[in-house]
């Protein structure tokens, strides 16, 4: 079974709005990532933050993980259209596998 | 700086047959992992290679095997190809590293198995 599940699976906002995804994970990580994807291409990385952090902030990203509820939420503020793409949280395990969620796909309309 | 490349772009096989996807890494980057991602779905770990040696396995068939030659780049061989393999197949490199890994993705092989 797949080691993260994102929410909500599909998200569409106006332009200007705030965007949040959340991700929930089964066991104990070393680090979770979010990765961004666009039109089924190659996916581009966000975001690493490590399980001994709780907040890490990058532009326009902001994302938390709360590890006692083995969950994560990514914040984008100000969407834009180019941030159109589905969104995939990945969390590393000590075994130094890279699981990915099922991702939200996420639309911006301007 | 090159990112990393992968070939071929687009694949079209038929079932039974055999395939094989190549991968650059990003330069200096001496792990790479290849994906699977299937429609709509998020990537689903096939393997990690470094210093040539597979390190890490995900549940995937003995169909999925692949190689790392000593300039880190890799190779994907699928055998007996099924209708289920078509995919976009993901490959990405890092630099493992104490803490955390960042993996830069290639733009990925789209695979349709008819």
């Known amino acids: 079974s797949q080691q993260g599940e994102e929410d909500p699976q599909a998200l569409s906002i106006q332009e200007g709005e705030n965007a949040t995804m959340n991700c929930s994970y089964k066991?104990?990580?070393?680090?979770l990532q979010w990765y961004r994807q666009n039109s089924g291409r190659g996916l581009v990385h966000l975001i690493l933050?490590?399980?001994?952090?709780r907040e890490k902030h990058s532009g326009r990203l902001r994302v938390t993980l709360d590890t006692s509820k083995k969950s994560s939420s990514l914040l984008i503020t100000a969407s834009r259209a180019a941030d159109t793409a589905s969104y995939f949280c990945?969390?590393?395990?000590?075994?130094?596998?890279?699981?990915f969620g099922p991702g939200t796909s996420l639309s911006v309309i301007p | 700086d090159a990112g990393v490349t992968q070939s071929p772009t687009h694949l079209i096989k038929t079932r039974g047959q055999q395939v094989t996807l190549r991968c650059s890494p990003k330069s200096g980057h001496d792990t790479v992992s290849w994906y699977q991602q299937a429609l709509g779905q998020g990537p689903q770990f096939i393997f990690q290679y470094y210093e040539e040696e597979e390190r890490q396995r995900g549940n995937f068939p003995d169909r999925f095997s692949g190689h790392q030659f000593p300039n880190y780049s890799s190779e994907l061989n699928v055998n007996a190809l099924l209708l289920g393999d078509s995919a976009l197949y993901l490959c990405?490199?890092?630099?493992?590293?104490?803490?955390?890994?960042?993996?830069?993705f290639g733009p990925g092989t789209r695979l349709l198995v008819l």
């Open positions: 990405a490199s890092s630099i493992p590293r104490a803490g955390g890994e960042t993996q830069y």
């Open positions: 066991t104990s990580i070393n680090n």
């Open positions: 990945a969390t590393k395990t000590s075994y130094d596998k890279v699981i």
């Open positions: 933050i490590r399980s001994n952090e």
